[in-house]
RNA sequence: GGAGAAGUACCCAAGUCGGCUGAAGGGGAUGGUUUGCUAAACCAUUAGUAGGGGCAACUCUAGCCCGGGUUCGAAUCCCGGCUUCUCCGCCA
């Protein structure tokens, strides 16, 4: 959510920010019922000021035996206008955050206006493998390797799901050990949240009202969620779960920052999306993700974020993955986010680049939606945290890079050492 | 899933048949007095927050789980919801 303060002290400026991601936005209707709005409040206010002063003089009078009904039949009218201004003012504020929340975050000052082709490699480590022999790709060698099912997978969940078998279950799961691994040795504290949360988190997030049809939803009895048509849902990413761990609250100045990470399946419709080079794994409804968010103070955020880089980066680098880092321009941004970081992960068969972490920092956007402060000390103010997150790793795409980039010319695939105390085995061969 | 009970400030807790109670009383915290040190005692302070107006001093409004309603006036009455606790049922 962007700060209706900024938007009435310079509407320009903020227009100008979300032009870069190609949102033309008006803000004159906006900014009128922000006006109107105030002149209800002021207005109203008076009125229940009088309304005050009259209700405790009311028992006064009574007591002094004087005739009272003339007073009570002059404020019934006022209670009236007070319940009509109050109604408008409601409609107002439902007006107003409605159009904020479906805006986007502004980008930062230091992001590139433009799509995709705007994007700026700021850095790659390592070189694509080189084939002396006809290479496969991951859906042939996983097959072959007895790793994956993806016929059974169809057979149980229909359409876009798989299931790993096997010394595939045991590869994937060394993924999620080496990855927790990390970030416990980082500090960062382990958390499994819930996978089904309410609307409310998907609304702190920023995933919603806009993207609520790209989540599996359940419906629920009437009178929860608000006037949403669910009240639940399957989490999409472990990010909508842990940057609403501190909704609603007041932190310390001194907890900051507070770094999570969290395993979780992710959830996603990925409704006609599907693309024949996206075949495998590489786009599912449901992939082992772990998930690092971290609460920061304002200024310490940048700073957050190059850490958040950097450790996923590590994890690339520790499977000895070749892999680039771009830095995004506004309009592939997520819609929460002022400023991303792609990690992406060479794929032969696709001969691209695949996004394998999506560094971001939110600033202060999802922490207006969700109401997260601080108290600082020094001025005993509440101010809104920022919040950060990056996935560490998507093993949805590091599987397939893995046994692409490291196959050999048998249809073998050697394990990553870091793995190899979790798997078991130094190769996988097929049997 | 069924039946009861409860939700008041940092915590506990009182709120009488609706009216100077936006909240008694404890505890805790902070400051002070006393004090060789500690303990104890005593005194004082202690909603936080959000939203208006004002250059400012300041002022107003909201706020007793949440949302509605009744009323001149609601922590108090009515309706809906959420959460917690106890008992029963069901179960990994």
């Known amino acids: 959510m962007l700060d209706m303060n900024l938007i009435r002290e310079d509407p320009k400026k903020v227009a100008d920010a979300l032009a870069k991601r190609n949102c033309a936005v008006d803000f004159t209707g906006l900014l009128s019922w922000d006006k109107e709005r105030r002149e209800l409040i002021y207005d109203v206010e008076q009125l229940k000021a009088k309304r005050n002063k009259v209700s405790a003089d009311i028992p006064r009078l009574k007591k002094q035996g004087d005739d009272v009904s003339g007073l009570?039949?002059?404020?019934?009218?006022?209670?009236?206008?007070?319940?009509?201004?109050?109604?408008?003012?409601g409609a107002l504020e439902t007006q107003i955050t409605g159009f904020l929340a479906?805006?986007?975050?502004?980008?930062?000052?230091?992001?590139?206006?433009?799509?995709?082709?705007?994007?700026?490699?700021?850095?790659?480590?390592?070189?694509?493998?080189?084939?002396?022999?006809?290479?496969?790709?991951?859906?042939?060698?996983?097959?072959?390797?007895?790793?994956?099912?993806?016929?059974?997978g169809v057979k149980l969940g229909g359409n876009g799901f798989w299931l790993y078998r096997g010394d595939g279950a045991l590869l994937e799961w060394a993924l999620?050990?080496?990855?927790?691994?990390?970030?416990i040795k980082d500090g960062y504290e382990f958390i499994l949240p819930p996978h089904i949360l309410t609307y409310q988190c998907g609304y702190t997030a920023g995933q919603f009202p806009k993207f609520d049809g790209d989540v599996f939803t359940l419906t629920q009895p009437e009178g929860r969620g608000e006037g949403a048509a669910f009240s639940q849902f399957i989490l999409p990413t472990a990010?909508?779960?842990?940057?609403?761990v501190h909704r609603d609250e007041v932190l310390d100045e001194d907890e900051l920052p507070k770094k999570y990470f969290a395993y979780t399946p992710c959830y996603r419709k990925e409704a006609g999306s599907a693309r024949a080079e996206e075949r495998g794994m590489i786009?599912?409804?449901?992939?082992?993700?772990?998930?690092?968010?971290?609460?920061?103070?304002?200024?310490?955020?940048?700073?957050?974020?190059?850490?958040?880089?950097?450790?996923?980066?590590?994890?690339?680098?520790?499977?000895?993955?070749?892999y680039r880092?771009?830095?995004?321009?506004?309009?592939?941004?997520?819609?929460?986010?002022?400023k991303t970081f792609d990690i992406e992960v060479w794929l032969p068969s696709m001969g691209i680049y695949k996004e394998v972490s999506s560094a971001s920092n939110a600033m202060d956007y999802q922490a207006r939606r969700g109401n997260i402060r601080f108290k600082r000390k020094a001025t005993r103010?509440?101010?809104?945290?920022?919040?950060?997150?990056?996935?560490?790793?998507?093993?949805?795409?590091?599987?397939?890079?893995?046994?692409?980039?490291?196959?050999?010319?048998?249809?073998?695939v050697p394990v990553p050492p870091v793995l190899q105390k979790w798997v078991g085995k130094e190769v996988l061969t097929s049997v």
């Open 325 to 338: 880092v771009s830095k995004l321009a506004a309009e592939d941004c997520g819609a929460s986010m002022a």
């Open 102 to 152: 479906a805006l986007p975050n502004m980008p930062a000052d230091d992001v590139v206006a433009g799509d995709k082709e705007n994007n700026e490699v700021v850095r790659v480590w390592g070189e694509a493998p080189v084939f002396s022999f006809p290479f496969k790709n991951h859906v042939d060698l996983v097959t072959a390797l007895g790793l994956i099912d993806y016929e059974r």
């Open 283 to 322: 786009r599912g409804h449901q992939f082992n993700k772990v998930e690092m968010v971290q609460y920061t103070l304002p200024e310490d955020s940048d700073r957050a974020l190059a850490e958040l880089v950097g450790k996923a980066e590590r994890l690339v680098r520790g499977l000895g993955l070749h």
């Open 381 to 412: 103010k509440n101010e809104l945290v920022h919040t950060l997150n990056a996935s560490g790793l998507a093993t949805s795409r590091i599987f397939p890079a893995l046994v692409e980039q490291f196959q050999r010319e048998d249809g073998s």
């Open 72 to 89: 009570m039949e002059e404020m019934k009218g006022t209670g009236d206008r007070i319940r009509a201004s109050d109604e408008r003012i």
């Open 239 to 244: 990010e909508t779960a842990l940057v609403n």
């Open 176 to 183: 999620v050990n080496y990855f927790i691994e990390e970030h």
